[in-house]
């Protein structure tokens, strides 16, 4: 979800009330998702580089976050979502770190899963899980990761023309295929979320074999 302090700078706003406009796409984003039968959707919200940034950008994004999940925990539930944060979660505050497990318990039934990086970053997840790893191979390695019961992402997109993965499902992404697009997360609508699908949707995927994958 990049961009949002750009998006606010072009309007002479604080990169806040991009975050703000951000976490408005997401619930668009969210929507689009289910309308094409979607399951999952992974956001990356919060990187372990992230905590580098001015401390009041990173207070007020921790506020957002603590009142995002407050104010829509109920629709959330409605909505039969089934949400769940990754990411080193022992570094968000006692508080948050509460209402988001009860928010992961409360959900954890939903039909469609809305995975939150949080204090996330793609080499600290593969430490954790080694730590944790006691042999077995591949398989057995992912079932140490934050994503356990998670599929592998079959699309990554991301947005502000920047292109990069920045530490996101390092191990996840291994076949994942890329879509990248200039536009800012703020501005991230139907018409974007449609080229990133059609795109998608052309491509064959061969998985490392030489015969395509259907999808
Ligand atoms: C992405 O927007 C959201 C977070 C990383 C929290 P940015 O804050 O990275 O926006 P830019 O890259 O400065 O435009
Ligand atoms: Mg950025």
């Not at 580098?52 to 603590?66: G, K, W």
């Not at 992912?142 to 079959?154: E, M, R, V, Y």
């Not at 018409?191 to 491509?203: Q, T």
């Amino acid at each position: 979800m990049d961009g949002n302090g750009r998006w606010a700078k072009a309007r002479r706003k604080p990169r806040i009330s991009g975050h703000k406009e951000g976490a408005l796409a997401l619930d668009r984003v969210m929507h689009y998702c289910r309308e094409e039968g979607i399951e999952y959707l992974t956001v990356y919200a919060f990187s372990t580089e992230n905590w580098n940034r001015s401390r009041a950008e990173v207070t007020a994004l921790m506020n957002l976050l603590s009142s995002y999940i407050k104010e829509k925990s109920d629709t959330l539930l409605k909505n039969q979502v089934r949400f769940k944060v990754i990411g080193r979660r022992s570094d968000l505050s006692k508080s948050l770190q509460k209402s988001i497990s009860q928010l992961e318990e409360k959900t954890k039934d939903g039909q469609f899963t809305l995975i939150v990086a949080l204090s996330y970053g793609g080499r600290d997840e593969i430490l954790r899980a080694a730590e944790k790893y006691s042999g077995g191979g591949e398989e057995a390695f992912s079932k140490c990761l934050d994503t356990a019961d998670i599929p592998d992402p079959d699309l990554i997109i991301r947005t502000s023309g920047e292109l990069r993965l920045s530490n996101f499902l390092l191990w996840q992404a291994a076949y994942s295929e890329f879509y990248f697009t200039d536009v800012m997360w703020p501005d991230f609508g139907r018409e974007e979320f449609d080229k990133a699908l059609n795109s998608y949707k052309n491509r064959e995927r061969r998985m490392g074999s030489r015969k395509g994958v259907r999808k």
